[in-house]
């Protein structure tokens, strides 16, 4: 995932030791393998998604540093905010399978496998999840 050695064996490191302290809430619904890779596959996700945010690009002296934002982009803005403020209202399992399959690209089956549920489950909760968040969404927006 990392594509690079040493970032990889860093992440190892805290991933082992993240597995360490947590080893008394593993409670055996699936498999230690399971257990261990869903924790190393969303630490590792979640390190390269923080990487991606924190991108630090240089400027060119030729840059205009007061070009005012487009009405695109704050509405763009206003909707990710509301988004993410809708999404924290929702329960833990229910940002992690979203997450799952919009952030981490992962397919159903993938997170069937991983969650330990039927296919059809996990469809039916990320409906449910959408509809959680677009329903708070209208109503923020409205409001």
């Given at each position: 995932m990392t594509k690079d050695?040493?970032?990889?064996?860093?992440?190892t490191h805290d991933i082992f030791l993240?597995?360490?302290h947590k080893l008394d809430a593993f409670?055996?619904?699936?498999s230690f393998s399971t257990w261990l890779y869903s924790i190393a596959f969303n630490y590792c996700s979640d390190q390269i998604r923080?990487?991606?945010r924190l991108q630090v690009t240089g400027m060119d002296d030729d840059f205009k540093?007061?070009?005012p934002?487009?009405?695109?982009?704050?509405?763009?803005e206003e909707t990710l905010f509301l988004v993410n403020r809708a999404m924290e209202s929702l329960s833990v399992s229910e940002q992690d399978l979203?997450?799952?399959?919009y952030e981490d690209g992962m397919s159903i089956a993938a997170i069937s496998e991983l969650c330990n549920l039927k296919e059809s489950t996990v469809k039916m909760r990320l409906k449910r999840s959408r509809d959680k968040i677009y329903h708070l969404y209208e109503k923020m927006y409205t409001v």
């Amino acid at each position: 995932m990392t594509k690079d050695p040493l970032k990889a064996e860093d992440f190892t490191h805290d991933i082992f030791l993240k597995v360490f302290h947590k080893l008394d809430a593993f409670q055996e619904r699936s498999s230690f393998s399971t257990w261990l890779y869903s924790i190393a596959f969303n630490y590792c996700s979640d390190q390269i998604r923080l990487a991606r945010r924190l991108q630090v690009t240089g400027m060119d002296d030729d840059f205009k540093h007061d070009i005012p934002e487009s009405k695109e982009e704050q509405v763009h803005e206003e909707t990710l905010f509301l988004v993410n403020r809708a999404m924290e209202s929702l329960s833990v399992s229910e940002q992690d399978l979203l997450k799952l399959k919009y952030e981490d690209g992962m397919s159903i089956a993938a997170i069937s496998e991983l969650c330990n549920l039927k296919e059809s489950t996990v469809k039916m909760r990320l409906k449910r999840s959408r509809d959680k968040i677009y329903h708070l969404y209208e109503k923020m927006y409205t409001v």
